[in-house]
């Protein structure tokens, strides 16, 4: 896609035609910048009257541990900013781990359980970190690992400072769906946009599948897709052909 704006509307075409043909789709949430300019093209056409989450579902990919839901750096508070409370979402159900539990491996235990009684996520939106990480499975994460906590890396937590204003700030430990979590789901669609993510794209979409690079764990899946702008396509061997495939992809296909 061009510009970051055309990745929003597109994805924002394939969540719109899901919810539409299926008004009770689960939906699996993002966070970070790259998914906040769709959930703003969502939350205009719920404005404009042309879609509904009424008798949608959402999870989220991954939850601060210590964090309250109303921490303003909470991801529950996150995805209530910037599309749930934008939208109409009956009240409970957008659902996160629960990072404040007493007991967190049995929070774990029960994110899992709840995904799977919504009858799974029909799509998962993903952003991917600079170190090639989805959700919070930081490299090496095991390629079959179930929603757990994950110890963040450093870098990680320097990217994620600027949210905090100070790297004290941030904590060390999250909840997180699992790779093999993601894996399940019936759509899976990555957004990277910007410079910064030329080279995890390129290493997750063209690298071998390895756990250094857990975003290439998406290489397995049926029904992944992966959509860019100009900027993070920079690094990508076979973007002509990619290109290419996308102005002759015939009407009977799925538009992502």
């Known amino acids: 896609m061009p510009t970051a704006d055309d990745v929003a509307e597109l994805v924002a075409d394939a969540i719109q035609s899901l919810v539409t043909r299926k008004p009770t789709a689960v939906l699996g949430v993002a966070t970070g910048s790259s998914p906040v300019p769709t959930y703003a093209a969502l939350a205009a056409r719920y404005r404009r009257g042309l879609l509904s989450f009424a008798d949608a579902r959402a999870f989220l990919?991954?939850?601060?541990?210590g964090l309250p839901a109303g921490h303003p750096q909470s991801y529950r508070a996150f995805i209530e900013?910037?599309?749930?409370?934008l939208v109409d979402f009956p009240e409970g159900a957008v659902c996160g781990p629960d990072g404040m539990a007493s007991d967190i491996e049995a929070a774990c235990h029960d994110y899992e359980v709840a995904i799977a009684d919504s009858g799974g996520i029909d799509l998962q939106l993903l952003g991917i970190g600079s170190d090639g990480h989805?959700?919070?499975n930081e490299p090496i994460s095991s390629l079959a690992s179930r929603t757990?906590?994950?110890s963040l890396t450093e870098q990680t937590r320097l990217d994620n400072a600027r949210f905090f204003g100070d790297l004290d700030d941030v904590p060390h430990h999250v909840i997180t769906q699992g790779i093999g979590t993601i894996l399940e789901s019936r759509h899976v669609v990555l957004i990277a946009t910007g410079r910064s993510k030329a080279s995890p794209v390129a290493r997750a979409v063209e690298g071998p599948l390895a756990a250094i690079v857990p975003a290439s764990a998406l290489q397995l899946h049926p029904h992944a897709t992966v959509v860019v702008d100009e900027e993070a396509a920079e690094d990508l061997t076979?973007?002509?052909y990619?290109?290419?495939?996308?102005a002759n992809k015939p009407p009977w296909q799925r538009s992502i």
Do not use: C, H
């Open 134 to 136: 989805v959700g919070f």
């Open 81 to 85: 900013d910037n599309f749930a409370a």
């Open 148 to 150: 757990r906590v994950k």
């Open 238 to 240: 076979l973007v002509e």
């Open 242 to 246: 990619y290109r290419g495939t996308w």
């Open 61 to 65: 990919l991954d939850e601060y541990i």
